[in-house]
């Protein structure tokens, strides 16, 4: 983990109101790996005075950039929104755990809602590539929206499924009504991103499909300084505990977090 400075080399529009933002990697810092984020300071100055939490959506080493998809929604975002290429970006990373590999035999199942997309697509490709190398099943990717305009421009890995439920793009329904029509000769193995009511659908779908000892959860929480000292960000545990999504994740055991109680 660095702060640094850093500059822009690209911002795209993807979707409705989303972006995603390329920046320079410092050669001298280890590469992220998908589901792994950063903090960037949104705006001039001290305001706004809290940091913005991103996941990684990609990471080119050939090119030597990383880049994150946000969603237009603040002050903050707006600024990001605003950049240009040569802008400067204050940045805070890589930080958090990653995701772990998919267990033999199974196929990689990832889902991603809204703002999910990008540390999905991320590890969508980087599964795609230990793929190739025989180091895991093909993986699936699918993504949930509620309409066509929210749903993304962007390259995505073979064999990837948008779902609307307004139907107007791609599969006519929920991401999780799409995997329930899903069948395939391997059991699946879950990865999910997304609002808290589609993760609670994924942990009750993992733990009705036979052989599904567990899933990987990257979570999304408000934070305020991404680094576990603040104790801001903390989501509840089944057991009765309670986590931190910047220190201890943010990506958990899905089966392990109280996605009920997240709701309330």
């Given at each position: 983990?660095?702060?640094?400075?850093?500059?822009?080399?690209e911002?795209q529009?993807?979707?409705?109101?989303?972006?995603?933002?390329?920046?320079q990697?410092?050669?001298?810092?280890p590469?992220?790996?998908?589901?792994?984020?950063?903090t960037?300071?949104?705006?001039?100055?001290?305001?706004?005075?809290?940091?913005?939490?991103?996941?990684?959506?990609?990471?080119?080493?050939?090119?030597g950039?990383?880049?994150?998809?946000?969603?237009?929604?603040?002050?903050?975002?707006?600024?990001?929104?605003?950049r240009?290429?040569?802008?400067?970006?204050?940045?805070?990373?890589?930080?958090?755990?990653?995701?772990?590999?998919?267990?033999?035999g199974?196929?990689p199942?990832?889902?991603?809602?809204?703002?999910?997309?990008?540390?999905?697509?991320?590890?969508?490709?980087?599964?795609?590539?230990?793929?190739?190398?025989?180091r895991?099943?093909?993986?699936?990717?699918?993504?949930?929206?509620?309409?066509?305009?929210?749903?993304?421009?962007?390259?995505?890995?073979?064999g990837?499924?948008?779902?609307?439920?307004?139907?107007?793009?791609?599969?006519?329904?929920?991401?999780?009504?799409?995997?329930?029509?899903?069948?395939?000769?391997?059991?699946?193995?879950?990865?999910?991103c997304?609002?808290?009511?589609?993760?609670?659908?994924?942990?009750?779908?993992?733990a009705a499909?036979?052989?599904?000892?567990?899933?990987?959860?990257?979570?999304?929480?408000?934070?305020?300084?991404?680094?576990?000292?603040c104790?801001?960000?903390?989501?509840?545990?089944k057991?009765?505990?309670?986590?931190?999504?910047?220190?201890?994740?943010?990506v958990?055991?899905?089966?392990?977090?109280?996605?009920?109680?997240?709701?309330?």
């Open positions: 983990m660095k702060r640094f400075d850093s500059t822009v080399t911002l529009p993807v979707a409705s109101d989303y972006f995603r933002i390329t920046f990697w410092p050669v001298t810092l590469l992220p790996q998908p589901g792994c984020f950063l960037v300071s949104a705006g001039s100055g001290f305001d706004p005075a809290l940091r913005r939490p991103f996941a990684f959506s990609d990471v080119d080493p050939a090119r950039t990383a880049a994150f998809i946000f969603q237009r929604r603040g002050r903050g975002t707006a600024w990001l929104a605003e240009r290429p040569g802008d400067s970006l204050d940045v805070l990373g890589p930080l958090g755990a990653g995701f772990r590999a998919p267990p033999s199974a196929r199942v990832l889902v991603a809602g809204g703002i999910g997309l990008g540390p999905m697509l991320f590890l969508a490709r980087q599964l795609h590539q230990t793929a190739a190398a025989g895991n099943e093909v993986p699936i990717l699918v993504l949930g929206y509620r309409s066509a305009s929210q749903a993304p421009s962007v390259d995505l890995p073979p990837s499924v948008i779902c609307t439920d307004d139907g107007m793009r791609g599969f006519h329904g929920s991401a999780v009504a799409y995997l329930d029509q899903l069948a395939d000769a391997l059991p699946p193995y879950y990865y999910a997304g609002p808290v009511a589609m993760m609670a659908a994924i942990d009750r779908l993992a499909r036979a052989g599904q000892a567990d899933w990987q959860a990257a979570t999304e929480q408000w934070m305020a300084c991404g680094v576990g000292a104790q801001g960000c903390v989501i509840p545990f057991d009765g505990g309670f986590k931190r999504c910047c220190a201890d994740g943010p958990f055991n899905g089966r392990m977090v109280d996605w009920v109680g997240l709701q309330e």
